[in-house]
């Protein structure tokens, strides 16, 4: 009895798709976790930064407008990290309910250094232009979400296998 290899052009876009996933994978991992923190990190800043240009180009006020820059750039902040940075820590088996965890945790996480983010924001505002006081902000924040985010919200330790 021959065995047969299903070709089908519906059937090799889907592993390939897995395929370059699980080595994309790899070679994230083989970057260090500080580097892989920056990278995400100037990334969601670059975006915040053309979050809050837009918003103030819509002439919403700066604070409001730095918040929802803020907020947004969280959220991507959050995927960017489950998926690189803090990767090695998730649960296969229990993704869905890890992520919501972590996701709930990061949002809590995000309240406080929002309210870093906010102050360092406001007390540079009168120095300087809104961009450069929203990047002070966004450094300031920073140094908190590394600091907490790899002891509570994303340690070994959450990770259970069943």
């Known amino acids: 009895m ?18 370059i996933g699980a080595t994309i994978g790899r070679a994230v991992d083989r970057v260090p976790r500080l580097i892989r923190f920056g990278a995400v990190g100037t990334v969601c800043a670059l975006f915040q930064l053309v ?17 929802l820059a ?21 649960a296969p088996n229990r993704a869905l309910m890890t992520s919501a965890r972590w996701l709930a945790g990061y949002n809590v996480l995000a309240l406080g250094s929002l309210l870093i983010n906010q102050i360092v924001f406001a007390l540079a505002l009168p120095f300087t232009s809104y961009l450069l006081a929203g990047l002070g902000g966004i450094l ?5 979400t590394y600091a907490i985010s790899g002891r509570l919200l994303f340690r070994h330790s959450l990770i259970t296998t069943a």
């Open 70 to 90: 803020f907020i947004l750039s969280t959220q991507l902040n959050f995927v960017l990290s489950s998926l690189s940075t803090w990767r090695d820590r998730r």
């Open 2 to 19: 021959a065995v047969t290899f299903d070709n089908t052009p519906s059937k090799r876009p889907l592993s390939l798709l897995f395929g």
């Open 140 to 144: 300031a924040g920073m140094f908190l």
């Open 51 to 67: 979050v809050l240009s837009a918003l103030r180009h819509l002439r919403l006020e700066l604070h409001l407008a730095n918040a």
